[in-house]
Structures are given as C-alpha cells and as structure tokens.
Nanobody, 128 residues
Framework: QVRLVESGGGSVQAGGSLRLSCAAS????????LGWFRQAPGKEREGIAR?????????RYADSVKGRFTISQDYAENTLYLQMNSLKPEDTAMYYC????????????????????RGQGTQVTVSS
C-alpha cells in the first residue's frame, strides 16, 4: 500500500518561497509517477506538477506555476519535493501529493487528480 506524507507548508508573503516535501513508500512497481495538486477554498482542484520515473524523471507543470515551481525527487530517500518560488496570493491552497503505482502512457499534469494515492495535504498561505 502506497503511503504519502506531506510536510513543509506554512505562511509566507507574496514573492517568497516554500518547499514542500512528500515522503513516499510502499510502491509495488519499480515504475511509478508522483505529483502535486492543490485545492483552494471555493475552487476546483488543480493538478500542478508531475514527475515520471518511466520517462527518466521527466516533469510536467500547469501553466499557472510553470517557471515558478519545480518538482523533484530524491530517489534514495523516496521523497518528493515541490520548490515554490515567487509565490502569489492566488497560490494559497491546500497542497496534496499524489502517486500512481505503475506505468502510464499519459503525461497530462491533470492526471494527478485521478491517481489512486494521495497524502493528507499541507496548507500554503500567501499574503499580499
């Protein structure tokens, strides 16, 4: 059973940075995908980043975060990261990591919303 535990959320002023972490464990397959999605109050969930081990660690980003957020993975520690720079008030949301155990042909960042495994979430608040 895949287990995901996020950490690193908090409050920051606009223009600041935060790094989220997600400790991942329990994968059955050697090929899997990890990603992040977020949900702000009153808004739909948004898939924002993914990294795919079967594509040599290729990454995809939503347009809303491209150039500001970076997803990465420490394979030795089985930890997923989301480095968030130049944060904006509209980035305020609950952030979740998600996982797909096994390979996939799809590379859409929106797929993250439908993956079977997700963590409990960590709150990010950006003030203006």
């Amino acid at each position: 059973q895949v287990r995901l535990v996020e950490s690193g959320g908090g409050s920051v002023q606009a223009g600041g940075s935060l790094r989220l972490s997600c400790a991942a464990s329990g994968f059955t397959y050697s090929i899997y995908s990890l990603g992040w999605f977020r949900q702000a109050p009153g808004k739909e969930r948004e898939g924002i980043a993914r990294i795919d081990s079967d594509s040599d660690g290729s990454t995809r980003y939503a347009d809303s975060v491209k150039g500001r957020f970076t997803i990465s993975q420490d394979y030795a520690e089985n930890t997923l990261y989301l480095q968030m720079n130049s944060l904006k008030p509209e980035d305020t949301a609950m952030y979740y990591c998600a996982a797909l155990d096994g390979g996939t042909l799809s590379v859409s960042v929106e797929d993250v919303l439908n993956w079977a495994y997700r963590g409990q979430g960590t709150q990010v608040t950006v003030s203006s």
